[in-house]
């Protein structure tokens, strides 16, 4: 099988062009090919299908198997790979994901796509919808019991269910490998949740560790961005319509949440090689 290893500031992934290609069992592959010791390594594994209703499909599958409904650093790479590969020479392109159908403004430089901007649609706020045991239109601020200890949080879907939780002490210290997987697993989420921790810099940035559901913790994490900037703005630390860089290990994404509730996210795609593996 080819396939092409490609990263959205840091969040890496395996890519299979199945246009040409076909994959059974992704779930046992994703497994297989994420080891980062017997595998290739990497968060997880991206098909990039045809679509009967965009440029392409996305299918996205965590490191333990799973399927997630989308992923932000993960739809920027695809839209670099078709216009790179030709599968889809324009500079705006549609993405058929899980959650929907995404739209993406490349940015282009001699001839190849560099980073992109992804129009992600409207936050998710009802806990219903995200899905989050909880009641009321929105859960914003709002203290859980995570393992014995209280947290503030606010729920957040951006095609994929997000917690994000602020805080006072540096993120940087956090013990995230000890708490990551109470938050990911707590009752309140019956579909698992992706958990962002978050430092307030100032009115425009944000810094952030995650940790995602079915890969532990990431470098980077698109969707979870965005929640955190939705959030930052819910709680009042940032505002409407003005950019918010959120930083994470892997690097930078520049995030604007409008008034009418659409997200747009902006960051970097990167190739980092091709290879061709005997399954």
Known sequence: MKFSKMHGIGNDYIYVNCFQEH???PEKLSVQLSDRRKGIGADGLILILPSDCADCRMRIFNAD???AMMCGNGIRCVAK???DHAIVRKPEISVETNSGVKTIQLQIQNGIASGATVNMGKAILNP???PMLADGETFIGQSIIVNHQSYAVTAVSMGN????????????FLELDKIGSFFENHPLFP???NTEFINVLNSKTLKMRVWERGSGET???GTGACAAAVASVLNGYCAYDEPIT???SGGDLQIIYQKNGTVFMTGSATHVFDGEIML
């Open 23 to 25: 994959v059974d069992n």
């Open 191 to 193: 579909s698992r949740v």
């Open 128 to 130: 219903k919808d995200i």
């Open 81 to 83: 790979y078709v216009y």
């Open 219 to 221: 470098m980077a994490c």
């Open 65 to 67: 198997g799973s399927e």
């Open 161 to 172: 269910p997000h917690c994000v939780t602020f805080m006072q002490e540096d993120v940087d």
């Open 246 to 248: 959120v930083k994470l």
